[in-house]
């Protein structure tokens, strides 16, 4: 089964990642403690970059809207 990235392992709860070496962008993220494969480390990536972007952008609407105070 193909589980969709999340930052926290779904077998265990475990929030420690191991990143094996191997060619960028094509090596898979693994949970440290039970060996869970998260998938590919780039989509990983991508799915932080979706949630950064809307935590960005949540963070510039409430510096705005202080820099009149
Ligand atoms: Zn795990």
């Known amino acids: 089964m193909q ?3 999340s930052p926290d ?3 265990c709860g475990s929030r420690a990642k191991r990143f094996p070496p191997g060619r960028e962008g094509q090596y ?3 949970c440290e403690d039970c060996g869970h494969d998260f998938g ?3 989509r990983l990536v991508a799915n932080y970059r979706h949630a950064l972007d ?3 952008a ?3 609407t409430s510096t ?3 820099r009149d105070a």
């Open 28 to 30: 898979h993220v693994f």
């Open 64 to 66: 705005s809207a202080s």
């Open 54 to 56: 809307e935590l960005e």
């Open 40 to 42: 590919r480390y780039d």
């Open 3 to 5: 589980a969709p990235t």
């Open 58 to 60: 949540h963070l510039e």
């Open 9 to 11: 392992c779904p077998d």
